[in-house]
């Protein structure tokens, strides 16, 4: 059992790294358009945080991360006396579609203010993305360690 659930963990992480590498590299290859000749440009120092690739590596993790926490939540809510701590989301884990469409919209969600707040705060934004992270990567480690019985 134990062998299973850590192979599925690294085929997880590994489709992560690889999706995300996917979406660095194809944010690195620039703009598809060019500006029209007659619209003035203002040439303004972009700031290193706000590099797309930065920005929607965090977005990446973050979608990779939430759907872990599905197959984790749903996992280690079939051993006995488990129960989902967050109040959010515990009434609507008896039904898998309307967690699984609950999580998707808190996902979109927050990935929308993030992205919105990276305009403002690209370097602010960045550590946001990575707590977030690092709290969700806690949560799906500790579900599926509750899920496998330690």
Known sequence: MRTHTWATLRVGFVAVFLAAMTI???A????LETPAPDVPIVSVAPSKWAAPSIQFGGYAAFTALQALDVVSTLRALRTPGAYEANPMYAGVVDSPAKFIALKAASTAATILF?????KTHPKASVFVMAGI?????????????RAVGR
């Open 24 to 26: 660095v590299a194809s």
């Open 28 to 31: 690195e290859s620039g703009p």
């Open 114 to 118: 993030m992205q919105r707040f990276s």
């Open 133 to 145: 992270n690092s709290g969700y990567l806690y949560v799906v480690n500790s579900n599926f360690h």
